[in-house]
């Protein structure tokens, strides 16, 4: 089935990017310029307080026609919708994780001598994203869900296919679906495993 | 920055080189409150020095400030002939930056009341971490030394275990073993006991008096415990409200001086215990 590698390849992409999005927007949240944390919570809260459906649309549709720019297709357009969203809420995460690090541990690297990165690197951030681990899982199922909506923007997904299919005999809708269904949660089990490893994984270790 | 070592702050230390450490009319506040008023305070190199006083006297701002974790409000604190908080840029003293405090702070240990161990990593690991990536020791020797230091604070069979799994002792036991591996030449001790249970108490305190007896590290200890500052200590400095109330070897300021104050505090203190 193509829908498959379409949903597929538009999950990826968004992980990949989302991410990476959630990193860059938490650490700049965290920054000591004014300018850039002020930005980026701009960027978070525009993002957060706002449907995912209306930004696809809006990197989709409008932003070419206002604009002019073009993201170039719409499995792009997809793939930035759902990766600004969500890395929008999971910079939160990022950015709660690393400042919930304990006092302490920033004292005692400064007293080892540590330089602020390397700090960052072998005591807080190690620390931290075992914190994020748990609820980066949850929004990788999240994120699958979402990855529905781009059949809304013409992209051949699990979802658009089940539709086409149904199109063509309506009585085979439930059937249809129902395929549909499965498809998504087949899809989903190695997430949820992934979700189960990476809570286990933050548990080891960190308790004090 | 290349090297910006000036003549005049490098002065104050040339005509004192037996003072490791050396506080000069050291002030801090917090907001309006006057914490320090005035520290005057000068360590010789392997010296042991107790620091008491009563609650909220400004002990820990004391040596939080010599382990760069507080910023002085004003006056000057020379480690090594070097000035901590300041620099010199372009003929002139500004305040010094990331890399000036990492320079002049390598000298300088510090073990915590509450331990701080980085819980994601072995007992082993926490100590090797700094020598390795701070003073860029090659692996394997830092792992010989950590492994030789945990044996001597009594943690030889404990090398792969987590934070988490040791009691309180002997976490503080691993504190300390982490700060000895830098080879400090000042080590600071911030109560070190009184977040353990009492029976915990004995085998860290023998874990300093082996370091104190061993001589050449220089040490502050702010403590409670009297008999034990009277016993390790070469010096005794009494703080109280926001300045050095009194100071001599233990049995001048523990058990002969008319200090009134001091006199308070130490029978507070006898009736507590
Ligand atoms: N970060 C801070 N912000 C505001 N006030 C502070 C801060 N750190 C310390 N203080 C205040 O400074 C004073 C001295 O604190 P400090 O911890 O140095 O005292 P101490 O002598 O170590 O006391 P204790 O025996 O209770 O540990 C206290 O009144 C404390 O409330
Ligand atoms: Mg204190």
Redesign the interface.
């Known amino acids: 089935m193509k829908g498959v590698e379409i949903t597929l390849k538009v999950l990826f992409a968004s992980i990949l990017l989302g991410y990476s999005m959630a990193f860059i927007a938490g650490f700049c949240r965290l920054s000591n310029n004014i300018i850039l944390r002020s930005f980026t919570g701009f960027y978070v809260e525009v993002f957060r307080g706002t449907s995912l459906i209306v930004q696809l649309f809006w990197l989709y549709y409008a932003l070419p026609m206002l604009f002019g720019w073009d993201i170039g297709s719409n499995f792009w357009a997809g793939v930035l919708a759902i990766s600004l969203n969500y890395g929008a809420y999971m910079s939160e995460i990022v950015r709660g994780s690393i400042q919930s690090v ?1 006092k ?2 920033y ?10 990165f ?1 700090r960052m690197r ?2 807080i951030l ?2 931290a994203v ?1 914190m994020m681990l748990p609820e980066f899982g949850n929004y990788l199922i999240l994120m699958l869900k979402s990855t529905s909506l781009v059949s809304l923007i013409g992209m051949a997904d699990i979802l658009y296919q089940g539709d086409l299919l149904k199109d063509a005999n309506l009585s085979l809708a439930p059937t249809v679906y129902f395929l549909v269904l499965v498809f998504y949660f087949i899809i989903a089990l190695p997430l949820i495993w992934l979700t189960k490893k990476m809570e286990g994984m933050s548990k080891k ?4 | 920055m290349p090297e910006v070592k000036s003549e005049s702050l490098q002065e104050t230390s040339t005509n004192n080189e037996d003072v490791i450490v050396s506080y000069k009319d050291v002030k801090k506040s917090f907001g309006d409150v006057h914490v320090l008023k005035g520290i005057n305070l000068d360590i010789k190199p392997a010296e042991k020095v107790a620091l008491i006083g009563p609650s909220g006297s400004g002990k820990t701002t004391i040596i939080r400030m010599l ?3 507080e910023e002085p409000s004003a006056g000057e604190i020379i480690v090594d002939g070097k000035n901590l908080w300041h620099m010199e840029k372009n003929g002139k003293k500004v305040p010094a930056n ?1 890399k000036h405090l ?1 320079e002049v ?2 000298d ?3 073990v ?1 009341q ?8 072995t007992i082993l690991e926490n100590c090797m ?2 020598p390795i ?2 003073q860029k020791e090659d692996k394997e020797s830092a792992r010989k030394r950590s492994i030789e230091m945990l044996e001597k604070v009594g943690l030889g069979d404990k090398l792969e275990n ?3 799994q040791l009691s309180g002792g002997q976490k503080q036991r691993v ?1 300390m073993a ?2 000895l591996v ?1 080879r400090p030449k000042v080590m600071l001790f911030d109560e070190v006991t009184s977040a353990l249970d009492p029976e915990l108490v004995g085998e860290v305190l023998e874990v300093i008096r082996d370091l104190a007896e061993e001589g050449e590290m220089a040490m502050i200890l702010v403590t409670h415990e009297m008999d034990f500052a009277l016993d390790v200590a070469d010096r005794v400095i009494f703080l109280d409200e926001g300045v050095i109330a009194e100071e001599g070897t233990p049995s001048e300021v523990l058990e002969h001086s008319d200090n009134e104050r001091l006199q308070q505090f130490l029978h507070r203190f006898r009736s507590s215990n």
């Open positions: 304990a302490g541990q004292e005692a690297s400064t007293a080892l001598n540590m330089s602020r390397q072998l005591i190690p620390q075992r270790g960190v308790a004090s | 382990m760069t974790l990331e990492r702070r390598g300088i240990g510090m915590f509450h331990f701080n161990l980085f819980p994601h990593m971490t700094a990536h701070v987590y934070p988490s504190a982490r700060a830098m």
